[in-house]
């Protein structure tokens, strides 16, 4: 017959196996949780209207949905987060297709993926008061955010438009970035730049104007996610967990107002419900509920560059793009599942 110190000692060895077999089954639990989800850095150019899907994505949960860890960064200026992009110390670029496609033609390793806007949506070429044309910004400053960036091919193009040359009949002055630009405005150290919503509402109340807007008219992909083709291969679910995130992030703003506006608030940092409210009726009717990237806007890329970039002449739009995880979507029937359609 055991002793009651036998039977005790007994019971502590037992308690003490049963323990580490629940550390071990613990631990396993843990490996597999960190192996399914993988940590990207997803960078944002502007805190603009035309590039809140992946904050959208973000605070509805979706990328945890689709076990993926998403760190959000804001990087100002899209030379900046293009060289960000091909040093690998982010994963993702949100950010215009043009300095995607000038550093490709530069022999950077990145191409364009998927994009909720094929039109500069929302992004309007905005003058002093006074200025009621293009043709009143000859000898003029118009400021941009960077050299290569949206608001610097945007400039150049809305200038050809009218028979003006940048450079030559306009100065660009590079100011870092679009609230920057709203802030030379006023402070008239430019005459006119490219906002964005909701800051172009602001300068509208003060008697800014409106030359030009693109929005409707041209091909542009405005709101495109960018990767190196080597990450795509390096952390390849990783990217088509974000891709499907990003995909369901549109539907999300289009389907759920307050919360986007919520969401648009906490980004841009501005509390203006009725601004904020103009902004989501923005970009609501244009956002591409299967993103894939219209090439039209790719030509129009090459066309203008062209003259500083020669190898643009003998280069094909999809030689930038990579459809692969949307076409993957689309063919799995994704986007007929989350639209209820047949």
Do not use: C
């Not at 490709?104 to 905005?126: E, I, K, Q, W």
């Amino acid at each position: 017959m055991k002793t009651s110190g036998e039977l005790k000692t007994r019971r502590r060895t037992l308690s003490g196996i049963l323990l580490i077999w629940l550390l071990i089954l613990a631990g396993s639990g843990l490996e597999e949780l960190n192996a399914q989800t993988q940590k990207i850095k997803l960078a944002y150019v502007s805190p603009s209207g035309a590039l809140s899907v992946p904050w959208v994505a973000k605070e509805a949960g979706l990328f945890e949905k689709y076990g993926v860890e998403a760190e959000l960064i804001f990087i100002r200026g899209a030379s900046t987060m293009i060289q960000t992009l091909v040093s690998g110390d982010i994963d993702i670029a949100h950010v215009a297709a043009n300095p995607a496609v000038e550093a490709s033609l530069g022999g950077a390793d990145v191409v364009v993926l998927a994009t909720a806007l094929n039109r500069p949506v929302g992004f309007y070429l905005m003058a002093q008061p006074g200025v009621k044309s293009v043709e009143e910004l000859r000898g003029g400053r118009i400021g941009i955010t960077r050299f290569g960036s949206a608001t610097d091919l945007l400039s150049r193009m809305a200038l050809r438009q009218f028979n003006l040359s940048a450079d030559r009949d306009v100065a660009l002055i590079q100011l870092g970035g679009i609230p920057e630009i709203a802030a030379g405005l006023k402070a008239k150290i430019v005459r006119a730049g490219f906002l964005s919503s909701p800051l172009n509402l602001d300068l509208k109340e003060l008697g800014f104007n409106v030359l030009v807007d693109f929005g409707r008219d041209l091909a542009f992909p405005h709101a495109p996610l960018v990767a190196r083709r080597t990450t795509m291969k390096q952390k390849d679910q990783a990217i088509r967990g974000a891709v499907r995130a990003f995909a369901e992030g549109i539907k999300v703003y289009l389907t759920q107002r307050d919360f986007t506006i919520r969401v648009l608030e906490k980004y841009t940092r501005t509390s203006d419900q009725k601004k904020l409210a103009q902004t989501y009726e923005t970009y609501a009717p244009f956002w591409e509920k299967v993103p894939y990237v219209d090439l039209k806007g790719i030509e129009n890329i090459l066309a203008e560059i062209a003259s500083r970039h020669p190898g643009a002449r003998n280069r094909k739009p999809a030689d930038f793009v990579d459809h692969r995880y949307v076409k993957a979507l689309e063919e799995s029937g994704f986007f007929r599942n989350l639209y209820g359609e047949r």
